[in-house]
């Protein structure tokens, strides 16, 4: 189910930029998911503990929601809502090479996750490659969702360190009302005449953003965190792909390129070979 609900924003974000600049996406999506998350935390104890943990709550904000949301919803104006799901596949990438060069990680310096990672690099530079040489996407767009990707690698690290003890919902609820607030500077002197002339798919897309792909999706991607650890969790990533690329092409019409039929393949062969790289257990708590 998180990998479902991971793979849906893609979608949205695409119909949602149809009406609305980047910083309204995002404030909206994140204010949202504070409405509800921020009540149900106070409500069963939650808030509380996120609050004193709070500078670890603000960096997991800012890597996994502050930067990243800004870079793929930006990106997606210039790439396929399915291309930008499939390069957050490298997520579990970033994750093992975190892993082995920053924690020491012995399970993550083990030839399979490592050889599932340059397998997994391999196929993003073919694909990005190939296309962008046929002038099918531009560069600069494929790496503002890479870096958002590293973004992502990072957060959960963060979460397993560092917040594990704290509830989903206080955590994600606070992070959400902090990246609200960043953004309401740039997002509400525009929002009344964007909501004025929005289409009601753009409205639809902002609601399942907020309350699905936001609230509910990261408090599902917590406990699986919580269960198995960061690097396979991460891995949702691959239904995570698959919804971006079927949504994409089923219901935006959006092309199957040669880059795409020859990266697509050499990056799921590098999320299999990476699925290996550690358990929960085997995370170092040198940082903790």
Do not use: H
């Not at 291309?83 to 090479?97: C, E, H, M, S, W």
């Not at 890479?146 to 919902?169: C, E, F, H, R, T």
């Not at 309401?184 to 929005?198: K, R, Y």
């Amino acid at each position: 189910m998180a990998g479902v609900f991971w793979g849906l924003p893609y979608f949205f974000i695409a119909l949602a930029i149809e009406s609305f600049s980047t910083p309204s996406v995002v404030f909206a999506r994140t204010l949202l998911g504070a409405l509800i998350l921020i009540p149900y935390a106070a409500l069963t104890g939650g808030l509380k503990p996120a609050l004193k943990a709070w500078p670890y709550v603000l960096v997991f904000a800012v890597v996994e929601m502050v930067g990243p949301w800004f870079l793929i919803t930006e990106a997606q104006k210039g790439i396929p809502s399915g291309l930008a799901g499939l390069l957050i596949a490298t997520v579990p990438f970033f994750v093992v090479a975190i892993l082995a060069i920053f924690l020491k990680d012995r399970q993550a310096l083990r030839p399979r996750p490592l050889g599932g990672m340059v397998i997994g690099f391999v196929g993003v530079a073919a694909l990005v490659g190939i296309d962008s040489i046929s002038g099918v996407i531009q560069p600069l767009f494929v790496l503002m969702v890479i870096a958002a990707a590293m973004g992502y690698a990072i957060a959960p690290i963060v979460a397993n360190q560092k917040l594990s003890d704290v509830p989903s919902a206080g955590v994600i609820g606070l992070s959400m009302a902090i990246v609200a607030t960043l953004y309401s500077p740039f997002a509400l002197p525009n929002l009344g005449s964007e909501l004025a002339v929005a289409t009601a798919s753009s409205l639809w897309a902002l609601v399942v953003l907020g309350l699905v792909c936001s609230a509910a999706a990261f408090v599902i991607f917590f406990q699986l965190i919580k269960e198995v650890g960061p690097a396979k969790a991460s891995l949702i990533t691959y239904l995570n792909t698959a919804a971006a690329l079927t949504l994409g092409t089923i219901f935006l019409s959006e092309p199957v390129t040669t880059g795409l039929l020859i990266g697509l393949p050499l990056i799921a062969i590098g999320l299999y070979l990476s699925g290996g790289a550690t358990a929960k257990e085997d995370i170092p708590d040198s940082a903790a």
